[in-house]
């Protein structure tokens, strides 16, 4: 089974630009969650998205958003970014239940200049 | 308001030792405990899942135990190898939206 993809793997912007970024979960798996990981925060949680729908959200600004696809795919758009949004973004899939593993992806870098 | 951490941040040990890191959370309402393990630059890799029912886990070297009443958990890695050195993070799912909240890790190096 191939395993979790985003794309793309490393993005360079300036500040006040947008960004969208890919996710493709497993096969079979519903449930997309992303993450957020900076040296000084370490990982947080953006939101999930199951079956199309968000599920649940963390604390994080409405610069931030995403959907999700008929097939599971998700992306994420950070809109007017900021230097502080630099990080490499995690996005993790599972069936969805919640009892369950989550399988994360290799991630995609941002920098914002 | 769920915090998870792990202790040491970093740890140096030479091939050969076996050793313990540590993960503690503050609300022990949890529903399972996920070990991972991430390489400079990379993604997360899953190690071990403790569902909140369970004690322990293991998979080859890897021993992860669960004392959910005192909000604590280790991972155990038995005869460490240089391929282990990495950092380990640990995570908990919780609370409503059943989350994963993640301590800052432990920074692993076995020396040759």
């Known amino acids: 089974k191939a395993g979790v993809t985003q794309t793309p793997r490393y993005l360079i912007k300036t500040r006040g630009q947008q960004v969208t970024l890919s996710c493709s979960p497993i096969?079979?798996?519903?449930?997309v969650s992303w993450y957020q990981q900076t040296p000084g925060q370490g990982l947080q949680f953006l939101f999930e998205y199951f079956s199309e729908t968000q599920r649940n959200k963390g604390n994080f600004p409405g610069r931030f958003s995403g959907r999700q696809f008929s097939n599971s795919r998700s992306e994420m758009n950070v809109s007017t970014l900021e230097l502080g949004d630099s990080a490499l973004y995690l996005c993790?899939?599972?069936?969805?239940?919640?009892?369950?593993?989550?399988?994360f992806g290799p991630g995609t870098r941002l920098l914002v200049l | 308001k769920q915090e998870v951490t792990q202790i040491p941040a970093a740890l140096s040990v030479p091939e050969g030792e076996n050793l313990v890191l540590n993960c503690s959370f503050t609300?022990?309402?949890?529903?399972?405990l996920q070990w991972f393990r991430q390489d400079p630059g990379k993604g997360l890799t899953s190690l071990l899942l403790?569902?909140?029912?369970?004690r322990e886990q293991t998979s080859g070297r890897l021993n992860a135990s669960l004392d959910k009443s005192s909000g604590r958990s280790t991972l155990y890695i038995a005869a460490s190898q240089p391929g282990d050195s990495a950092t380990y993070l640990c995570?908990?799912?919780?609370?409503?939206?059943?989350?994963?909240?993640f301590g800052s890790g432990t920074q692993l190096t076995v020396l040759p």
């Open positions: 609300d022990s309402a949890i529903y399972n």
């Open positions: 403790i569902q909140s029912s369970q």
């Open positions: 995570a908990v799912s919780s609370g409503s939206a059943r989350q994963l909240t």
């Open positions: 993790a899939s599972s069936t969805g239940t919640y009892q369950e593993t989550q399988y």
């Open positions: 096969s079979g798996h519903r449930s």
